[in-house]
């Protein structure tokens, strides 16, 4: 079956804290995926990556950061939250295709809170 | 730039009613997907569609890929409470990426 972990699903963190969110998937897939989802905006990709250290920026990269070390491994940096940053994070990945067969599985989620 | 508008943007029904959603782009697609998701959980794939007028079912889920290739619908037959949450389409978005609609949140009363 497969599978998209995240490391917590609640976090509660202070304004100026350096925050991780950690993404593992169990599916041998190229692409992996950041989204934060929030109340009325549906889902906005903050960052992407097709491969081994390679990262794309999204829609809102702002106030973000990723790391991809490994190919089953995908990490959202927060250098310095802020209460705006206050939301829903969805980790997402999938196939590389050429074509337009484009499914994403995703996590769980963690719904992290900026205090 | 693209656009994909969801509608409604949200539903409240009786138990045993059908429901019906739909979603529209800017521009044609190649690809419709269907997510569902769950209160608290992260969305789950439930449909997809890869040819103009598909029609693919997934248990009481039908989907439908429009002949424009602009549009895609999704009904649900006989809802039951578990039916509620958040349905979204999504389609290609250049190459491995996908445009998300903003959801149609359904609320199921029993």
């Known amino acids: 079956d497969v599978k998209v972990t995240q490391s917590s699903r609640y976090l509660v963190k202070r304004t100026g804290e350096k925050v991780f969110l950690e993404c593992v998937q169990d599916?041998?897939?190229?692409?992996m995926f950041w989204y934060r989802q929030d109340p009325g905006l549906g889902l906005r990709l903050i960052y992407f990556?097709?491969?081994?250290?390679?990262?794309e920026k999204g829609d809102i990269p702002e106030g973000y950061s990723v790391s991809r070390e490994k190919k089953e491994r995908f990490s959202l940096i927060l250098e310095s939250a802020s209460t705006n940053q206050t939301s829903m994070y969805l980790c997402a990945s999938s196939l590389w295709t050429a074509g337009d067969n484009n499914e994403q599985f995703f996590g769980p989620g963690t719904r992290l809170t900026v205090l | 730039g693209q656009q994909l508008n969801q509608s409604p943007q949200s539903m409240f029904i009786q138990e045993g009613e059908d429901v019906s959603m739909n979603c529209t782009s800017s521009?044609?697609?190649?690809?419709w997907l269907w997510y569902k998701q769950d209160p608290g959980e992260g969305p789950v794939l439930l449909i997809a569609?890869?040819?103009?007028?598909e029609l693919t079912s997934n248990g009481r889920l039908t989907a439908q890929f429009g002949i424009t290739r602009k549009d895609s619908f999704l009904n649900i037959s006989a809802s039951i409470p578990s039916d509620v949450g958040i349905y979204f389409c999504?389609?290609?978005?250049?190459?491995?990426?996908?445009?998300f609609g903003t959801g149609t949140r359904l609320t199921v009363i029993p």
């Open positions: 999504a389609g290609p978005a250049g190459a491995n990426n996908l445009f």
């Open positions: 569609l890869y040819k103009a007028g």
């Open positions: 521009s044609i697609f190649n690809t």
């Open positions: 990556s097709y491969d081994v250290k390679m990262k």
């Open positions: 599916m041998d897939h190229e692409n």
